[in-house]
């Protein structure tokens, strides 16, 4: 048992809610952590402020496919440097390290956030019979009668040698318990199955073999599948939008695609085509 997995298990006792056990790190492990695959190392704390800095700081001395796993984060990060809080244990909160290297263009490594995504989508839909949609960039949504909701999100950046992912979603959460009225998560979608473990592994597996294959193309999103994957999930394709660009600059319009690049490209008004490669989208409506 490393110090980590010690603490971790230190920390459970005192929890006192049985429907939120600590994570099975030796299952795990057994699971996930194997001869030729891509995950290298799997740990899991009891508690961090964001494992995503946490894996950054370390990343040149790991191996791709370093797996970082905290049953609570008390300074989770969102994109655009917003904050991400939770109850303990009551959600999937971890980071990976990929390393692409010369396999693929550094010019592709901007479809890891989305491919993360397609691979949560897949990964819990065989492991839990919910569906996930996939909001541009980087939100991941389940719908809770009726109304659509942000259950998690991902956090893709940039380190010496590759790139380390955090991904971060409400299990477990109940209404009393949601950050705001506009979160959700997979028990209020009435998913089939919110056992930390089973989804766990459902996402890792599901993450290594979207990344393997996107690999394998040499990153490209048309031969490997993700883009037509991506765009079949996105649910902003289609909605009126507005987009919140850097610079304090706002685009309204048509949300059309998902490009090569994996930028979204928004119609205007004036029947003019910009793709975006950065910035906050609000969907405003479905267009029919």
Same mark, same amino acid.
């Given at each position: ?66 797996v ?38 550094q ?13 949560v ?15 541009? +960039?980087?939100?991941?949504?389940? %719908?809770?009668?009726? #109304?659509?909701?942000? !259950?998690? /999100?991902? @956090?893709?950046? &940039?380190? =010496? ?27 209020l ?22 990344y ?33 660009? +850097?610079?304090?600059?706002?685009? %309204?319009?048509?949300? #059309?695609?998902?490009? !090569?690049? /994996?930028? @979204?490209?928004? &119609?205007? =008004? ?19």
């Amino acid at each position: 048992m490393t110090p980590s997995d010690a603490s971790a298990g230190a920390s459970a006792g005192r929890w006192s809610s049985l429907d939120r056990p600590p994570l099975n790190v030796e299952g795990l492990r057994r699971a996930l952590v194997t001869e030729g695959g891509l995950w290298t190392s799997l740990e899991v704390v009891a508690a961090t402020g964001s494992t995503n800095s946490d894996l950054a700081a370390r990343a040149a001395q790991l191996p791709e496919g370093a797996v970082l796993v905290a049953e609570e984060q008390t300074a989770g990060r969102g994109r655009l440097d917003r904050s991400w809080v939770a109850p303990a244990r009551s959600g999937l909160f971890f980071s990976v390290l990929l390393k692409p290297g010369g396999a693929v263009p550094q010019e592709r490594w901007g479809w890891l956030t989305l491919l993360a995504g397609v691979a949560v989508a897949t990964g819990l839909s065989r492991a839990a019979g919910v569906d996930t949609g996939l909001k541009w +960039p980087n939100d991941l949504l389940v %719908t809770v009668e009726g #109304e659509e909701r942000k !259950a998690g /999100g991902i @956090l893709a950046e &940039r380190v =010496a040698d590759g790139v380390v992912i955090g991904i971060g979603l409400n299990v477990s959460l109940t209404e009393d318990e949601l950050p705001v009225p506009a979160a959700g998560s997979l028990t209020l979608a009435k998913a089939t199955v919110t056992d930390r473990d089973p989804l766990l592994r459902a996402v890792l597996r599901s993450l290594e073999q979207w990344y393997g294959n996107w690999r394998a193309a040499g990153g490209d999103p048309a031969s490997s599948g993700l883009q037509e994957t991506y765009a079949a999930g996105c649910t902003t394709l289609g909605r009126h939008v507005r987009a919140e660009l +850097p610079g304090g600059r706002t685009l %309204t319009g048509t949300a #059309e695609a998902v490009d !090569a690049e /994996g930028r @979204l490209v928004i &119609r205007t =008004a004036a029947d003019e085509h910009e793709a975006v490669g950065a910035g906050d989208v609000v969907h405003l409506r479905s267009v029919h």
